[in-house]
């Protein structure tokens, strides 16, 4: 069953990340160790750091995974860039609001309560419906599209977009981000940060896998975020890493 609590986040000072010396002596530890001694008398240290590198790709997915099951909106809210104090701080009380790639509606919700109007739209039919069938329920008002952002949205035109892990998805991110011009004033762009796991760095050296998702076509830094907006029309104002990703904030380039 899902835990709908909140996640009791602790602030990290000082004292919070201080220990012991002293650590408790584990046997899996310890046999873990021994194991990888074995393995590179017998495979070699090249293919132990591989088997290394990709165990421990896995297992952070599944427990990323598994942590997004158990804890819901809980964990997903607190453990990217975006987070609802962040958001509100780009949302003022006239702005409409467009959540492109919306899913089930999480940041809608969230915009909702700061925003006169938000719409969220996806590709999924199913994920719309689900999303349509919470909406039933809030107290907010929330429009859901099934369609395309850049067709099927009748011209109108948003003081805010929200793409929260969309454009890694997507094979031409600059033709979509040249089009969103005409949709929305001021851009809100959540990826993941290649640089927030140092593994990364070898896992490229190693052509070992190093993608978050299965479905992603790139993975992404800050430098290379930035640069796709700006070349596409996008003045960045901020940025933001936190909890594995990257986050820009950028508003349409005033031309002259």
């Not at 909406?135 to 929330?142: L, P, Q």
């Not at 990826?191 to 790139?218: K, T």
Request: proline share 3%; net charge negative; glycine share 6%.
């Amino acid at each position: 069953m899902k835990n709908e609590q909140p996640i009791e986040i602790k602030e990290p000072t000082e004292t919070a990340l201080s220990m012991a010396r002293a650590k408790p002596r584990s046997a899996f530890t310890s046999l873990a160790y021994r194991l990888g001694r074995a393995g590179d008398a017998i495979l070699g240290r090249g293919r132990m750091l591989r088997f290394f590198l990709n165990g421990s790709w896995l297992l952070w997915r599944l427990a990323f995974e598994r942590s997004g099951e158990i804890y819901n909106d809980a964990f997903h809210n607190q453990s990217k860039a975006l987070s609802d104090e962040y958001l509100r701080q780009w949302i003022s009380p006239a702005d409409t609001v467009i959540d492109i790639g919306c899913g089930l509606g999480r940041w809608c919700e969230i915009a909702a309560k700061y925003a006169r109007a938000v719409v969220g739209i996806d590709y999924s039919e199913e994920l719309i419906a689900i999303a349509r069938s919470k909406a039933s329920s809030s107290e907010y008002k929330i429009e859901y599209i099934v369609g395309d952002v850049t067709r099927d949205l009748d011209g109108r035109e948003f003081d805010l977009a929200l793409m929260t892990h969309v454009i890694e998805h997507i094979d031409d991110p600059d033709t979509i981000l040249k089009e969103l011009q005409s949709v929305a004033r001021r851009l809100i762009v959540e990826v993941p940060d290649f640089e927030s796991d140092p593994l990364n760095i070898v896992r490229l050296a190693e052509s070992n896998p190093f993608y978050s998702d299965a479905d992603h076509v790139r993975e992404y830094t800050q430098t290379i975020l930035n640069a796709q907006l700006t070349r596409n029309g996008w003045t960045i104002i901020e940025n933001r890493k936190m909890g594995g990703a990257v986050l820009a904030v950028a508003e349409r380039t005033k031309t002259d």
